[in-house]
């Protein structure tokens, strides 16, 4: 999602100007990337997004350009057995995109609200279902936090540090997660006695499973139940030692819980690589 997050920033910018939007509607076989893809083509040439590991895209802005112009609709097909890197086909719909549709776009995601956009190509529509950037909560100050935010920043999402629970005022969502790393027991006991009731797809907690058994028992004497949300100690299996080193591991962790990974080597993994497709197509 975080080429749409990207497009609407760049929107933001241009606004009054014309676009044009490059879909991905349709693909057979292995593609790097997978039906929903987007990318924006700016009048100037300027594009966001990406459609495939970049071998497309330079065709695909040319094609735009005459679209811009026209105002007439292209759908392109690549096959992708002929001198690229996947072994499949896919189909672009290149349309020029009305403002009122990035309008509509940011003021559900600024609401934390999912967006259905819906793409028409010919006699079919294809349904996207867009949803708000993941929102990570940072319980507790210091030098760690630093590679958390740094790293979910790169991704998209949106995180919020909070040195005091006392003060957490922030209605949670389905796209929200939460790390408590305060490293002061009353804090992290304050934090996760808020946290936990609201059930969230994703609470870490940083520190050795010592201090996360007396944690539980705090909290269940006070309690507070324990879901299959809370991952303590924080992170998956890296290696991990340093304070970025365990940034990744933690923000690892949320993608793998958010994307539905499995966090196994894709070497390991018997199916595709991609997930099914969460796009539909109907006919109209």
């Not at 290696?239 to 990744?248: F, K, M, Q």
Request: aromatic share 8%.
């Amino acid at each position: 999602m975080k080429d749409i997050y990207d497009i609407l920033i760049e929107f933001r910018k241009r606004r009054g100007e014309r676009f044009a939007f490059a879909t991905l509607v349709h693909a057979e076989g292995s593609s790097y990337r997978r039906p929903g893809a987007r990318m924006l083509i700016c009048e100037d040439g300027l594009t966001i997004g990406s459609l495939s590991g970049g071998c497309l895209e330079e065709e695909v802005a040319l094609r735009a350009s005459d679209v811009l112009q026209t105002g007439e609709p292209a759908l392109i097909s690549f096959d992708t057995r002929r001198g690229f890197g996947c072994h499949g086909k896919i189909d672009i719909y290149i349309e020029r995109v009305a403002e009122k549709f990035f309008r509509d776009l940011a003021n559900d995601l600024d609401a934390r609200c999912n967006h259905i956009a819906i793409t028409r190509v010919g006699g079919s529509e294809f349904i996207q279902e867009i949803h708000p950037p993941i929102r990570v909560l940072i319980f507790g100050e210091g030098p760690d936090s630093v590679p958390i935010r740094k790293l979910s920043e790169s991704l998209g999402w949106q995180p919020i540090e909070i040195v005091n629970p006392g003060s957490f005022s922030i209605a949670p969502d389905e796209w929200t997660s939460a790390i408590v790393k305060s490293h002061n027991y009353g804090r992290d006991c304050a934090a996760l006695q808020k946290l936990l009731p609201m059930n969230l797809r994703y609470v870490g907690l940083i520190g050795p499973r010592k201090r996360r058994d007396q944690l539980l028992n705090d909290l269940l004497d006070l309690g507070v139940t324990i879901n299959a949300g809370f991952f303590a100690p924080a992170g998956l299996d890296l290696g991990a030692e340093t304070p970025e080193e365990i940034a990744l591991a933690i923000v690892s962790e949320i993608q793998r819980v958010f994307g539905r990974g499995s966090g196994l080597s894709l070497r390991e993994r018997k199916m595709s690589i991609h997930a099914p497709n969460k796009c539909k197509t109907s006919a109209l």
